[in-house]
């Protein structure tokens, strides 16, 4: 005797759907978030294609969440802190209310200018040392900048060479920059990070708009603290670009293994 199976019951698979949803919904806002880096600003620390976490509770809790459409804004931070000099941070731009990724260089009260290409707080020179070229992988979504910096191994596996440096912030946070050629933004008049602002400058000096740049020039500006949207934890994976979605292989022969778990909260020496 054959036992007919029971129906779905579409009212209970939809309540776990809605429930499920509001779980993810409510860890993106409030816990953590993925993030994809699309652009060079952050080189040599972040390569176009990694993916990372972000840390939405690092500094408290503004208006901006996924929530936006149906909450009114709030002005401030609900237990709110202020990034330390050095964090890497995911912030909502103004210029198009995208998210992007920088580091805090300023914060409220500091004075910061460019001359020459070093970075000076305060009126002191941040200390800036020469390290050991940066060796990035050419790949599909990271061409070299200019073809001088493009060099082939003995294996024939082509790499950009770039030159590295290494700053090291007042409280002690060093990582990596890479300054290539000289351009108007190397030198910049000295200006004030004001009270609830943040000064935020990419790696890359050479392809980042950051603060150096106002809004109405595609940069940042002195950016609210309201617009800072979490902390940049730790990298999960990677990819070089060469991934096509019709052909699986090669979502598993883009990954670049070596950008696996890296932290982004230690110093680069």
């Given amino acids: 005797m054959s036992v007919k199976p029971p129906g779905i019951d579409w009212k209970k698979e939809l309540r776990y759907a809605v429930l499920l949803g509001a779980a993810v ?35 408290g809790f503004s208006y901006l969440s996924p929530f936006v459409p149906v909450l009114p804004k709030m002005e401030g931070r609900l237990w709110g802190k202020m990034p330390e000099r050095g964090d890497i941070v995911v912030v909502k731009a103004p210029s198009d209310q995208k998210d992007w990724i920088k580091r805090v260089i300023g914060l409220p009260g500091d004075t910061v ?30 061409p070299c900048a200019r073809p ?25 946070h060093s990582y990596a920059v890479i300054d290539l050629l000289f351009s108007y933004a190397d030198d910049t008049p000295p200006v004030l990070v004001p009270q609830g602002h ?14 150096r740049f106002s809004p109405e ?36 022969t883009a990954l670049r293994g070596d950008r696996a778990w890296l932290s982004l909260r230690d110093g680069d020496e």
């Fill in 113 to 142: 200018q460019m001359q020459e290409g070093v970075l000076y707080l305060n009126n002191t020179a941040v200390p800036k040392r020469p390290a050991a070229p940066t060796m990035i992988p050419e790949s599909e979504n990271m």
């Fill in 217 to 252: 020039e595609g940069g940042l500006g002195m950016l609210p603290i309201e617009n800072v949207i979490g902390r940049a934890e730790f990298t999960t994976f990677s990819l070089d670009g060469s991934q096509r979605f019709w052909n699986p292989v090669s979502w598993f």
């Fill in 198 to 211: 943040v000064f935020l400058m990419g790696d890359n000096r050479d392809r980042s708009a950051d603060s």
């Fill in 25 to 59: 919904m409510g860890i993106w806002s409030f816990v953590a978030k993925p993030f994809y880096i699309p652009s060079e600003s952050m080189v040599p620390s972040l390569l176009v294609g990694d993916r990372l976490v972000v840390a939405k509770y690092a500094y």
């Fill in 148 to 172: 001088e910096f493009r060099v082939v191994e003995a294996g024939g596996a082509p790499f950009c060479r770039y030159p590295r440096f290494i700053e090291t912030l007042p409280g002690g």
